[in-house]
């Protein structure tokens, strides 16, 4: 199962994001939730570096198919970019556990 943990400020912006896991809804290679997982993250954060012009330092790795990205701070207008891309991110997650929910948690913190 692909788990997926959204940490929030206070203010209920998004701090960081972590992705761990494998879905295991096909073979390796094959899984469209996996590669769908994948494609929305890291098209995400293409998109923050490319569009925001913020580029993102993230700790990725291993078999176990973890990526984690902690929101630098940013001036506002930055931030409230980057804040839009990852909301629709998370809608585009949400989108992928509404059709797959055996294979992706999703938790806020």
Do not use: R
């Not at 494998?22 to 590669?35: E, L, Q, R």
């Amino acid at each position: 199962m692909i788990k997926v943990t959204i940490n929030l400020t206070s203010d209920h912006k998004i701090a960081a994001f972590t992705v761990e896991g494998h879905a295991n809804f096909d073979k390796y290679g094959s899984d469209v939730v996996c590669a769908g997982v994948s494609a929305v993250t890291i098209g995400t954060l293409n998109a923050v570096e490319s569009l925001a012009g913020v580029v993102p330092d993230v700790e990725q790795g291993g078999k176990g198919g973890y990526l984690h990205w902690q929101v630098p701070e940013l001036p506002k207008e930055t931030d409230d970019k980057v804040q839009l891309f990852l909301q629709g991110m998370v809608v585009a997650l949400q989108s992928i556990k509404d059709s797959y929910s055996d294979y992706i948690k999703i938790s806020f913190k």
